[in-house]
T-cell receptor, first 115, second 112 residues
Framework: QKEVEQDPGPLSVPEGAIVSLNCTYS??????FMWYRQYSRKGPELLMY????GNKEDGRFTAQVDKSSKYISLFIRDSQPSDSATYLC???????????????FGQGTILTVHP | DAGVTQSPTHLIKTRGQHVTLRCSPI?????VSWYQQVLGQGPQFIFQ???????GRGNFPDRFSARQFPNYSSELNVNALLLGDSALYLC???????????FGPGTRLTVL
């Protein structure tokens, strides 16, 4: 069993739809949770970074973490064709910088938003 | 400010050869990590370096090695290349405690 499970999709939605992306995990030591967006053949771009349980909102994006259920979500409101990309969840037991901050990623969900 | 930079962008090698990939972190960042991303999968952790010391190593064979220089740039070396080493190699840097990791554009390695 993988430490982090993510439905690879693909997910196809019409422009303006609300998108829900999810990951489950098994390692209870994970405390830091991230969502990255990756366009084809590019490096991952950080979208959201949260610590422990709770919600965080940034523009059209909302990240939710439920540590009791070992479940994290990313919601995209008013989705746009430019949101079409692969979305990766990632998590770690420690923060980066001076700490050992190995990230464990999900497989990634391919999202297409069509006009 | 410039983000994480990596070179080269693309690389084609044959089996058995050796390759060196390079990474420059965001200015002020002292920690560099390397990840391998095979097509259709999420990135897999290879190494983390902080202040030129190895902080962590993923489940990769000894053919993979890395080092960090005094200016915090880093090299990833892979010896005796196999077809299965074909992947996007990503470098990420992070700042002080509590910071997350910011990724570069990657180096796409193809082994023939």
């Amino acid at each position: 069993q993988k430490e982090v499970e993510q439905d690879p999709g693909p997910l196809s939605v019409p422009e303006g739809a609300i998108v829900s992306l999810n990951c489950t995990y098994s390692n209870s030591a994970f405390q830091y949770f991230m969502w990255y967006r990756q366009y084809s053949r590019k490096g991952p771009e950080l979208l959201m970074y949260t610590y422990s349980s709770g919600n965080k909102e940034d523009g059209r994006f909302t990240a939710q973490v439920d540590k009791s259920s070992k479940y994290i979500s990313l919601f995209i409101r008013d989705s746009q064709p430019s949101d079409s990309a692969t979305y990766l969840c990632a998590m770690s037991a420690n923060a980066g910088g001076t700490s050992y901050g190995k990230l464990t990623f999900g497989q990634g969900t391919i999202l297409t938003v069509h006009p | 400010d410039a983000g994480v930079t990596q070179s080269p962008t693309h690389l084609i090698k044959t089996r058995g050869q050796h390759v060196t990939l390079r990474c420059s972190p965001i200015s002020g960042h002292k920690s560099v990590s390397w990840y391998q991303q095979v097509l259709g999968q999420g990135p897999q952790f290879i190494f983390q370096y902080y202040e030129k010391e190895e902080r962590g190593r993923g489940n990769f064979p000894d053919r993979f090695s890395a080092r960090q220089f005094p200016n915090y740039s880093s090299e990833l070396n892979v010896n005796a290349l196999l077809l299965g080493d074909s992947a996007l190699y990503l470098c990420a840097s992070s700042g002080e405690a509590g910071d997350t990791q910011y990724f570069g554009p990657g180096t796409r390695l193809t082994v023939l």
